[in-house]
């Protein structure tokens, strides 16, 4: 008798996990598209990882945030779906326009370090995304937030956005990198408000392109110990500088004038990040040299 009921349960069991798992792939199907509805309305531009949207709201050559990082941000914690509901925030001016309790809040810069603190999935890692002194929207579905939980106004199979400010960043990868940096010797340079450091070998006080120019030239990429990276020189085709995947050299080339060459310290932010590559390991500096030749001008 046992066997006879054990079968149909055997064959019953898939269908019922079949029927969950399908129902989890619509919810959150459904609510990605959401997301992605959300962000266009507001015509921004997003980086989706790990199930994460992340949508940089300002600019940062900052170190980006690592885990074991120990990080300071402002955050304003709200549901995409209208009408936006604010639930959470440590903005005294946000929590007073979303007539939150000021009384059970903190309202300062929340202390996290990335892997240790206890924070949603979501938001997570939706950090581990941003980058020092960066303003950024991350958004993720209910799966990565609360679920099929009513957490105060927030009701089940929520997406939500966090907007967030790093103001502080201090680990172990940026201590060291710049501690090794502080070695270097730094004479003739000049460092540029991105974080690089440069030193214009030849300067024609010519023409300087933008960084959304195409320009015909060259750069090379080497370690600080001299073993070189990568290497580049237009020969038909020039360089899109918008289409530089490396910031530093995206920078240099806006810093010098046709005819002329430079050389750039840069610190990882800058350049590898902190995966590095298979050559170059995690939060390592790298000397960059530049030529321009011309800046295309059609």
Same mark, same amino acid.
């Given at each position: ?33 959401? =997301? ?10 997003? =980086? ?22 120990? =990080? ?18 440590? =903005? ?207």
């Amino acid at each position: 008798m046992r066997l006879t009921y054990f079968l149909p349960l055997l064959g019953f069991l898939p269908i019922i996990v079949s029927c969950d798992n399908s129902l989890e792939t619509d919810k959150r199907f459904a609510e990605e598209k959401s =997301i992605e509805s959300y962000i266009s309305s507001k015509n921004w531009s997003y =980086i989706k990882s790990n199930g994460v949207y992340y949508s940089p709201q300002s600019q940062s050559y900052g170190y980006e945030v690592n885990l074991g990082d120990t =990080i300071l941000f402002w955050y304003k914690g709200y549901t995409i779906k209208s009408p936006t509901v604010v639930f959470d925030t440590n =903005i005294k001016s946000v929590a007073i326009q979303a007539k939150l309790d000021t009384m059970v809040r903190k309202f300062e810069p929340l202390r996290a370090i990335m892997g240790s603190t206890p924070l949603l999935d979501g938001l997570r890692y939706g950090l581990l995304l941003c980058r020092e002194n960066q303003q950024a929207t991350i958004l993720f579905p209910s799966s990565l937030g609360y679920g099929d939980n009513y957490i105060g106004p927030v009701k089940p199979w929520s997406p939500l956005a966090f907007d967030v400010e790093i103001v502080y960043l201090n680990g172990p990868g940026k201590v060291n990198e710049q501690t090794f940096i502080n070695t270097l010797d730094l004479t003739g340079y000049t460092q540029h408000t991105s974080g690089l450091y440069y030193k214009k070998v030849v300067d024609t006080s010519l023409v300087r392109p933008t960084e959304t120019a195409k320009v015909f030239g060259n750069y090379t990429v080497k370690l600080i110990s001299g073993q070189e990276v990568e290497a580049y020189s237009t020969s038909t085709e020039p360089i899109s500088l918008s289409e530089v995947s490396i910031p530093a050299i995206r920078i240099g080339f806006t810093l010098v004038s046709v005819g002329g060459t430079i050389n750039i310290i840069a610190p990882s932010p800058l350049a590898y990040g902190k995966n590095g590559t298979l050559n170059v390991s995690p939060y390592t500096p790298v000397e960059i040299s530049i030529k321009l030749d011309s800046i295309k001008t059609n």
